[in-house]
């Protein structure tokens, strides 16, 4: 009897789960022109409230800085962008895609959203080429079996169709083959940009710092993203690998990629930003340009903030 108890709480309790994580608020209508929008996002640890009631919309082309004092939700507010961290309440919209409807393949809408964390991220068992075409071939030939498939199951349909009633297969436009080769001519140069070409062969627990973070930025770009997501890129680096990391962001920057990054350089954050987010206390407490955030700040825990900093 007690088993059967057991059983049934824990049925309740899943059951109470599923039914608290889709009862969210309801979505408002999205802005079309934004990239990335987020309406009254909230997220908790139980007791525990990172943010709450978080609104925000990036466009295309924006560099976003988001700078806060430590615990202040900013990492785990990015990683909500792309739903790596699940929001308790609100929802996130890429390209007009509710990333929080259940019913929205997440991985098809990460594929346009590269990733780079603070720890780099890499497979330490792979090398370096490896890493970098782990992604692209895998995403390559899952559409590929995709394909396949469909054409599989046209195949048998049409056996019963009439002759005028018979479906087109669809075109395949890469083998397996191709996919393969696509992603390491792409990777190889993509090396090349940031002077490792040297480096495909080897495996990353050889290389420095600096140079495992260009690499995970890399593999990032090797999906061919819309928007870049940075959680503190630069927070594992010794100080003199700092500057080659940056530099690479800069050059992504000024060719018109669109990223967010979270960031304790408040120097990289003036030069690069077109927006600077500041977040305390589980929301977003002031946001402007550059110019405005650090020249001419209105916010008092933002005032104090760059006291200490700057």
Known sequence: MKNANEKTAKHNRNKNEKFLKTEKTPAEPFD???LIEVQHLTKKYGALTVFEDVSAKISTGEKIAIIGPSGSGKSTFLRCLNVLEDPTDGHVFFKGNNLCNLKVDINIQRRKMGMVFQSFNLFNNMNVLKNITLAPVHVGLQDLHKIRRKNLFIKLKNLFRKKDKKQKL???EKSA?????EAKANAIRLLERI?????????PSTLSGGQRQRIAIVRALAMNPEVMLFDEPTSALDPEMVGEVLSLIKELA??????????????FAREVATRVMFMADGKIAEEGTPE???GNPQNDRLKDFLSKVL
């Open 32 to 34: 079309p022109d934004a």
């Open 254 to 267: 000024n060719e018109g990629m669109t990223m967010v990054i979270v960031t304790h350089e408040m120097g």
């Open 170 to 172: 669809i075109k395949i």
């Open 177 to 181: 083959k191709e996919i393969r080769s």
């Open 292 to 294: 405005q955030i650090f």
């Open 195 to 203: 002077g490792l070409a040297d480096k495909a062969n080897v495996y």
